[in-house]
């Protein structure tokens, strides 16, 4: 029987979104990306084979798969699993397969932590297991098999009209489509005609060959692919930081609604506390809608007021 695990603030270990993912490549020799992509639950049923062998049969995963009717039918069969081994836990399926970054993180942090407790150190043969099936999400294929369902790698040549396998789109990766527009070409002109294969072209008053042009073009594309994943890192990280801040937010909220208490008084401390060596700047906050005493700073509001008890009189006085 499984050793069942809850997630509370007392569990507050968890690891960042990106140990999550270099724990889920190494462990099922896998190649995900996002926390989104576990939204078709085939890696959770195989961790679950990997945990308790009799309790699912990977027969029954859709490895290949890209619907959502059948990440809910792998979902089903992971909350089988969980019936077979006695894990007290009701998955969300309707949330996970919508492919949420903040509910498929929230269950991959519970579920690390049930890894974690019923793991004994068996060696494991993700790849075997699962009968070296790629797993595909979307229009991605995680996996060392990727050729096998007609993909080629993000580094490979662009593919030719008619190698696209069939039911499947295809994106070009970003710098892809500038390399292709401006593909090096040989120059006719006079002052290369004797360069033969090895000739050049003038950039600039100087003669560029061939293999430099080709050398700066896919060092161009390769930093374009950096900029994608930077780009995608960054989105992640603001949707994170988004998802805690509200949190924070809510328990800030709670504590103001209700008595002073001193476990509340700790909590606030801590979430308004500064990082050790953290000053504020002289004058910052200071003076900020408050005027010292006796300073005879003219009052409008007071004038008017006075103005109107005065008009008031003399209207009474007639």
Request: aromatic content about 8%; some cysteine.
């Amino acid at each position: 029987m499984a050793v069942n695990v809850f997630n509370t603030a007392s569990t507050s270990e968890n690891l960042s979104r990106h140990e999550m993912l270099e724990w889920i490549n190494s462990t099922l020799q896998l190649s995900y990306k996002k926390i989104e992509e576990m939204c078709s639950g085939a890696a959770y049923c195989q961790f679950m084979h990997m945990l308790f062998p009799g309790s699912i049969s990977l027969k029954k995963v859709k490895f290949a798969t890209r619907l959502e009717h059948e990440y809910i039918q792998n979902f089903k069969t992971l909350q089988n699993s969980f019936k077979k081994v006695g894990v007290d836990k009701q998955v969300p399926i309707e949330k996970l397969v919508k492919g949420r970054f903040q509910d498929n993180f929230e269950f991959l942090q519970w579920f690390k932590k049930l890894f974690d407790a019923n793991y004994d150190g068996t060696e494991y043969d993700a790849l075997a297991a699962r009968e070296s099936q790629p797993v595909v999400t979307g229009n991605k294929v995680a996996g060392k098999t990727i050729t096998k369902v007609g993909l080629k790698p993000k580094s490979s040549p662009s593919l030719r009209a008619g190698s696209k396998p069939s039911g499947i789109q295809l994106q070009k990766p970003v710098g892809t489509r500038v390399s292709a527009q401006k593909k090096p070409v040989p120059p006719t002109s006079p002052l290369t005609s004797s360069g033969g294969s090895g000739g050049g072209g003038v950039v600039g008053g100087s003669v560029v060959s061939i293999h430099e042009l080709k050398a700066v073009q896919a060092e161009k594309q390769s930093l374009q692919e950096q900029i994608a994943d930077l780009e995608v890192t960054i989105q992640g990280l603001e949707t994170e930081r988004d998802f805690y801040f509200a949190k924070l937010r809510d328990i800030e909220l709670l504590c103001q609604d209700v008595e002073e208490s001193p476990l509340v008084a700790q909590i606030l401390d801590v979430m308004y506390a500064t990082q050790d060596g953290f000053e504020q700047p002289e004058g910052e906050g200071e003076g900020e809608g408050e005027l010292p005493e006796d300073t005879g700073i003219y009052d409008p509001d007071a004038v008017e007021y006075e103005n109107y008890e005065y008009e008031e009189d003399e209207q009474e006085e007639y």
